[in-house]
């Protein structure tokens, strides 16, 4: 059974930074693609940011390029999401998710059923 466990959620000002981990247990994690997801308050869950099994390739959401980066490390079953200048509209629950279809079908929301494994989330929460 694949398990996700998200950390490194919190509080930080505008113009901030923080570091989410991704840890994942069971499976093959070399197999998944990796993902981040958001959920903000009232709204619908929104992809963030994926990275291929291999790690050679990575896609953002319009809204986090240039701010926001993804790495993985085969080796410890973990995933990064390093979040650089956050803006309020950052606040949300983010999520880890796996998944064995092609990095770039989870960028443009084409896979079929989405993600296969999910964590739990953290909460980011950007003030002004």
């Known amino acids: 059974q694949v398990q996700l466990e998200e950390s490194g959620g919190g509080s930080v000002q505008a113009g901030g930074s923080l570091r989410l981990s991704c840890a994942v247990s069971g499976g093959t994690f070399h197999s998944y693609a990796m993902g981040w997801y958001r959920q903000a308050p009232g709204k619908e869950r929104e992809f963030v940011a994926v990275?291929?099994?291999?790690?050679?390739?990575?896609y953002f959401a319009e809204s986090v390029k240039g701010r926001f980066s993804i790495f993985r490390d085969n080796s410890k079953k973990t995933v990064t999401l390093q979040m650089n200048n956050l803006k309020p509209e950052d606040t949300a629950v983010y999520s880890c998710a796996a998944g064995l279809g092609p990095a770039y079908t989870y960028a443009e929301g084409t896979a079929r059923g989405g993600m296969d494994h999910w964590g739990s989330g953290t909460l980011v929460t950007v003030s002004s």
């Open positions: 990275i291929s099994w291999s790690g050679g390739s990575t």
